[in-house]
């Protein structure tokens, strides 16, 4: 459902003649919960957080088509540099993409990260999979001897 129809609705409901502060009221309260996304089904009114996750998409995203743009051609389709912005936004957001850059983390209190995108932490504990990979016992095997 459309935005401004859903907060048509909510205003449709009001009961009685509500005054103009009450129509304001509900048109906001209905604005904010059509935009905004309840992080991690919290549905009070305290718990909702604006979606930040759309905006950062929007900013991968035209960063990426300013890089890949000029090297997309035309073939004389006049939208095709706008669907292929709109597809690759559409999945970006789907699947969740965002860039979290080092001043992100410093703001969040999170430790930095090292020159390959991982923290120490993250490293000891990809260190110990790998190690404990293979200290693992090879599983048996059938060997064939295939003499002639």
Request: net charge negative; glycine share 6%.
């Amino acid at each position: 459902m459309d935005i401004v129809e859903e907060v048509a609705e909510a205003i449709a409901e009001i009961p009685g003649t509500p005054s103009s502060h009450e129509i304001a009221r509900i048109a906001i309260e209905a604005y904010q919960k059509a935009i905004w996304t309840p992080a991690f089904d919290i549905t009070n009114r305290m718990g909702m957080i604006p979606e930040i996750r759309r905006g950062r998409v929007s900013q991968l995203t035209g960063s990426i088509m300013n890089l890949i743009g000029k090297h997309l051609c035309d073939h004389g389709e006049t939208n095709h540099h706008r669907e292929a912005s709109r597809t690759l936004f559409e999945t970006l957001y789907e699947a969740g993409a965002e860039i979290i850059t080092d001043a992100d983390r410093a703001v969040a209190g999170l430790p930095r990260r090292g020159p390959y995108g991982l923290t120490a932490e993250e490293v000891h504990i990809l260190e110990a999979q790998r190690t404990q990979a293979m200290l693992r016992p090879l599983p048996p095997m059938i060997l064939e001897n295939s003499r002639s």
